[in-house]
C-alpha cells in the first residue's frame, strides 16, 4: 500500500491494527537486542572474555550505532515514507541476529552485534511519530504504554529462546532462531500496513517543512520540560538496561540457576510483571492528567520510589527465592517511564520535529542507558572480582540504583514544568 493522503480516514480497526503490528516489531527488536544477555555465561566460557568485554557487547557498542544512525534515519522518517523505513530495519537486525550464531571470534560477534544496532536504528523514532499521527494526545500514553509492551515481551521470548535453547542446542542456534522470524515480520510490515497522514491526530492538514536537524536539538534544549525529561530518561534507564543485561548473570553465577532456568524465570517477571506495569503506567498517566499534566509525570516518580528498596534486597538476597521474590518489583516498574515520557515527548514536540526529536531522545538515552549501563555494572564486577569473588556482581548492579534516584529528581522537576505550562496556558 502506498503512502497515504490528508484526506485518507483512518478507521477505528485501521489504527488498531498499525499498533498491533508496530508492537510485534519493537517486541522483535527487544528479542534480537536482548538475548545476548541470557548467553552471556556461555559466550564467555565460549570466548574466554571478560565482564568487561561483556558489558561492550551488551551496551556500549551496541547503543553507539544505534543510538547514532537513529538521528539520520529518523530525519529520513520525517520526510519520506516511514512504513517502508521499519521495513528495512526490520530486516537488517533479524538478518544479522542470525550471523551471531556464526561468529567463531570474539570480535566477529561484536561486529555482528553492531550490525543489530544499525538496523534497529531505523525503527523506533518513525514508530513513535506514526503512533503520534494516530492517536490523539489524550490517549497518547495508552497508545505508547502499549507499544512499550514490545520491550517485556521482547525480553520475555528473548530469555526463554536463549535460556532453553542454549541448553537443548547451544547458544548460537538461539540467536538463528531468534532472528529468522523477524525477516517474516518484515514483508507483513510491508505489505499490510498504511500509513497515516501527518498530523492526523491533531487535525493539522498542512504539514510545515521539516526543519534542520540543529534546529530540532536547539528547540529541545530550549525547552527545560524537554531538557529535564530527556536527562530523566537516560538516568531511570541507566539502571533498567543494567539489570536487564546483568540480571541473568546474577542469578546464574550467584545463585546456580541454569540459562533455562533463569530465563523462564525472568521471563514471567519482566514479560508478564513488567507489562502490566508498563501498561498500566500509561492508564493511569493518562487518567490522572486529567487533575493535572504535572501529574502524568509524576507517576514515573512514585514508580521510582517502589523500584528503589525492592532492587536493593534482590540484589542483596542470599537466598534465591528471596532474592526472585524481590526483583519482581523492578522488573514490574522498570519501563514505567517508557509509555508515559514517550508520550509526553510526542505532546511537547511540534509535530515537524517528531521524529528527530524522538531519534535525540533515543540518541541520548540509549548512550547513557543501553550503553554506559551494562558497561559500567561490568567494569566495576571486574575490579571487585578479587576481593569479592562471584558476589562482584552484585555491587556492580546495586551502583546503578543511585541513578534512579537523580533521574527521579529531574522527573519531579518535569511534572513542575508540566503544570506550569498549563497554568500559564502556553
Keep these: 500500500m502506498s503512502e497515504t493522503t490528508s484526506e485518507t480516514t483512518i478507521t477505528k480497526r485501521q489504527r488498531s491494527y ?26 564467555k566460557e565460549a570466548f574466554q ?4 568485554q561483556l558489558g561492550l557487547l551488551t551496551g556500549v557498542m551496541f547503543a553507539l550505532f544505534y543510538a547514532t544512525l537513529g538521528m539520520p534515519m529518523a530525519m529520513w522518517a520525517d520526510r519520506r515514507n516511514r512504513r517502508n523505513l521499519i521495513t528495512f530495519s526490520i530486516s537488517l537486525w533479524s538478518a544479522m541476529t542470525a550471523l551471531c550464531g556464526a561468529a567463531l571470534q570474539f570480535w566477529q560477534l561484536l561486529i555482528a552485534r553492531i550490525g543489530v544496532g544499525v ?4 525503527s523506533n523514532p518513525p ?9 490523539p494526545p ?7 504504554a502499549i507499544f512499550g509492551l514490545g520491550v517485556n515481551f521482547g525480553i520475555m521470548l528473548g530469555y526463554l529462546i536463549g535460556g532453553w535453547v542454549n541448553e537443548w542446542v547451544g547458544w548460537r542456534w538461539a540467536f538463528v532462531i531468534a532472528g529468522v522470524p523477524g525477516l517474516l515480520i518484515a514483508v507483513v510490515v510491508r505489505f499490510t500496513m498504511t500509513e497515516p497522514p501527518r498530523g492526523y491526530s491533531d487535525g493539522i492538514t498542512e504539514k510545515p517543512p521539516a526543519p534542520p536537524f540543529w534546529s530540532v536539538a536547539r528547540a529541545m534544549w530550549q525547552s527545560s520540560t524537554i531538557r529535564h525529561l530527556v536527562i530523566a530518561n537516560s538516568l531511570i534507564s541507566f539502571a533498567g538496561y543494567a539489570g536487564v543485561a546483568w540480571a541473568p548473570v546474577y542469578f546464574q553465577r550467584v545463585h546456580g540457576l541454569s540459562t533455562g532456568e533463569s530465563g523462564t524465570l525472568l521471563a ?9 506495569g508498563t501498561f498500566f ?9 486529567k487533575i493535572s499534566e504535572g501529574a502524568r509525570a509524576w507517576v514515573v516518580v512514585g514508580a521510582t520510589a517502589i523500584y528503589l528498596p525492592m532492587g536493593y534486597f534482590a540484589f542483596i538476597s542470599e537466598d534465591v527465592t528471596a532474592a526472585l521474590m524481590w526483583f519482581i518489583g523492578p522488573a514490574a516498574l522498570g519501563g514505567a517511564y517508557i509509555g508515559v515520557n514517550f508520550a509526553i515527548l510526542q505532546s511537547q514536540a511540534p509535530l515537524e520535529m517528531r521524529s528527530v526529536a524522538a531519534a535525540i ?7 547513557i542507558g543501553l550503553g554506559l549501563g551494562p558497561l559500567t555494572v561490568g567494569a566495576i564486577s571486574d575490579y571487585m572480582e578479587p576481593s569479592t569473588g562471584i558476589d562482584s556482581i552484585r555491587y556492580g548492579l546495586m551502583a546503578t540504583l543511585l541513578f534512579m534516584v537523580w533521574g527521579a529528581a529531574h522527573q519531579y522537576r518535569v511534572g513542575q514544568l508540566l503544570n506550569k505550562t498549563n497554568n500559564n496556558g502556553v
Excluded: W
Design 18 to 43: 498499525t499498533l498491533f503490528l508496530l508492537v510485534v516489531v519493537f517486541t522483535s527488536s527487544h528479542v534480537d537486542r536482548q538475548i545476548v544477555a541470557i548467553l552471556q555465561e556461555p559466550i
Design 268 to 276: 514471567l517477571a519482566i514479560g508478564i510483571g513488567g507489562g502490566l
Design 361 to 367: 531522545n533515543l540518541f541520548i538515552l540509549n548512550i
Design 281 to 289: 503506567a500509561g492508564v493511569i498517566a493518562d487518567k490522572v492528567s
Design 119 to 122: 538496523g534497529e536504528a531505523g
Design 138 to 144: 489524550a490517549e497518547r500514553a495508552t497508545a505508547m
Design 49 to 52: 572474555i571478560s565482564d568487561t
Design 127 to 135: 514508530s513513535h511519530s506514526i503512533i503520534s499521527d494516530l492517536y
